[in-house]
């Protein structure tokens, strides 16, 4: 069922991850590709670009999630915790949207990544953010 996980996130340590979630569009059971997943919460996968690490997984929606903000005049890291079914509600689940509208980000000035595994480094960088 579904597809095999490549890697650990401890052997990709310090490369940026990405995460999406898998569009299940054949009876919300398949993916594009047609493997099945059945039904269920969201699927995702999070996987570093040269796929050394690619981790699929199913998430409850809602629940907190952590943004980090880079403010790239001062260099500054902000870390927010927030409900994701307020941006989900107010936001139509965008982000940016939540990030320049609720907290008045200029979107020229900052670079942001979020997910539930953001670990507060206060020695975080621009590299950081990929």
Request: proline share 2%.
């Given at each position: 069922m579904g597809r095999d996980n490549i890697g650990d996130r401890k052997s990709?340590?310090?490369?940026?991850?990405?995460?999406?979630?898998v569009p299940l569009t054949y009876d919300g059971a398949y993916d594009k590709g047609?493997?099945?997943?059945?039904?269920?919460?969201?699927?995702?996968?999070?996987?570093?670009?040269?796929?050394?690490?690619v981790r699929f997984f199913r998430k409850e929606p809602g629940g907190k999630i952590k943004i980090a903000?880079?403010?790239?005049?001062?260099?500054?890291v902000d870390i927010i915790t927030v409900d994701k079914?307020?941006?989900d509600r107010k936001f139509g689940g965008d982000i940016e949207c939540f990030l320049i509208e609720h907290?008045?980000?200029?979107?020229?000035?900052?670079?942001?990544?979020?997910?539930?595994?953001i670990?507060?480094?206060?020695?975080?960088?621009?590299?950081?953010f990929g």
């Amino acid at each position: 069922m579904g597809r095999d996980n490549i890697g650990d996130r401890k052997s990709v340590e310090g490369q940026r991850i990405y995460c999406r979630k898998v569009p299940l569009t054949y009876d919300g059971a398949y993916d594009k590709g047609g493997a099945y997943w059945g039904i269920g919460y969201p699927l995702y996968v999070e996987y570093t670009l040269d796929k050394s690490y690619v981790r699929f997984f199913r998430k409850e929606p809602g629940g907190k999630i952590k943004i980090a903000v880079l403010c790239l005049d001062v260099l500054d890291v902000d870390i927010i915790t927030v409900d994701k079914s307020f941006i989900d509600r107010k936001f139509g689940g965008d982000i940016e949207c939540f990030l320049i509208e609720h907290c008045q980000y200029d979107l020229d000035n900052i670079q942001w990544i979020s997910g539930d595994n953001i670990n507060v480094n206060l020695n975080m960088t621009e590299a950081s953010f990929g």
